[in-house]
């Protein structure tokens, strides 16, 4: 047991008045962040199990964490209940959604509902969006996202350099993708909606978690996260009917989405292509910095989801032959960049 684990323990002795209680590791994200379910043999407050955070200071604070929870549950969301706090020693008691994630649960069968579930959960949030109460998602976050591709994935993962021309090909790119997305609706944005952060629960499916970085940005951008997943792959025609069904009632419900679909599909692709950049830039930096390698292995699928995109669009074709020149090909061989399921 680590320091912080002995402190988390004294600190759940006085909060818990002093209930018996075992702790098993429930989860681990990429930040510094830890999570523990808490066992209560005898119940608390109703509860057999409840979670704990550890988030250390200074590298986390839990205060978005406590305030963008009140905002999620205000609108209707499934997120934990914060039953207890101590931001200074960075602590919080939640409640239980449970382990069963949208990940390990998610096949053919169950998919359209479970997505269902998710879009209509992702409307109610965003229809209780309001200007200047999450920060922006504005151009220098979303540059300093697309950043980490250059920074960590380029130079530090593959451990190569860009010349000149290369690396204007880039600023082009991003500058051409910040232009559409910040033209996009804005709304409340959780900014890591997927299948990893979603939990199957039995009232107001899904759980919610992982949102402390939400911000208010482009209304495409949850959507991505949900249906282009670094972790799980659908086939482009389930990808676009999906889109389809979040695209009508939101359009219905009066959020700022195009009403022509294709217009929102191609703001639905280019948020994607920002977030792939991002995300690739992301693992490696996880991997490299951090020691924590198990993501390497999801970088093939979201480089295939890039890929498709710059193929696609004849604005972003100098990406395309720069993502061909870093991989050392002339054409990317679409086996080598496919992530196989087994549903």
């Known amino acids: ?11 759940l002795n006085l909060t818990l008045k002093q209930a018996e209680f075992t702790l098993t590791t429930a989860s681990a994200d990429a930040s510094f962040r830890r999570y523990f379910r808490v066992h209560l043999p005898n119940s608390f407050l109703g509860y057999n199990t409840l979670i704990a955070m550890d988030a250390p200071p200074p590298q986390e604070d839990c205060t978005p964490f406590v305030n963008i929870a009140a905002l999620l549950l205000d609108a209707g969301l499934n997120v934990p209940q914060v039953l207890a706090q101590d931001l200074s020693k960075g602590f919080l008691l939640l409640s239980d959604l449970g382990d069963d994630t949208y990940l390990s649960a998610l096949n053919n069968d169950n998919a359209l509902k479970l997505y269902g579930n998710a879009t209509d959960a992702l409307i109610q949030m965003q229809l209780a969006s309001k200007p200047n109460v999450l920060p922006a998602y504005d151009e220098a976050l979303l540059a300093r996202e697309m950043q980490l591709f250059p920074d960590w994935y380029v130079a530090k993962h593959l451990g190569l350099d860009l010349n000149s021309e290369q690396k204007n090909v880039l600023k ?18 959780h900014r890591d909606y997927h299948s990893r952060n979603l939990m199957i629960t039995k009232e107001n499916n899904p759980g919610v978690l992982d949102f402390q970085d939400a911000v208010y940005g482009a209304i495409t951008y949850d959507l991505v996260s949900l249906l282009k997943d670094a972790y799980i792959s659908w086939d482009e025609e389930q990808i676009i009917d999906w889109a389809v069904r979040y695209w009508q009632p939101a359009k219905k419900a009066g959020l700022p989405v195009p009403d022509d679909f294709s217009e929102f599909y191609r703001d639905f692709e280019y948020m994607g292509a920002q977030r792939h950049i991002k995300v690739l830039g992301i693992f490696a930096r996880l991997s490299h910095r951090d020691g924590k390698n198990g993501y390497i292995k999801d970088m093939p699928l979201v480089m295939n989801y890039l890929h498709k995109v710059c193929e696609r669009y004849v604005e972003l074709r100098p990406m395309l032959r720069l993502l061909d020149a870093l991989s050392g090909q002339d054409q990317h061989p679409d086996a080598n960049y496919k992530m196989l399921l087994k549903l």
């Open 1 to 11: 047991m680590d320091d912080r684990q002995q402190q988390l323990n004294i600190w």
């Open 172 to 189: 082009n790119t991003f500058d051409l993708l910040n232009k559409n997305i910040l033209a996009q609706g804005q709304v409340y944005v």
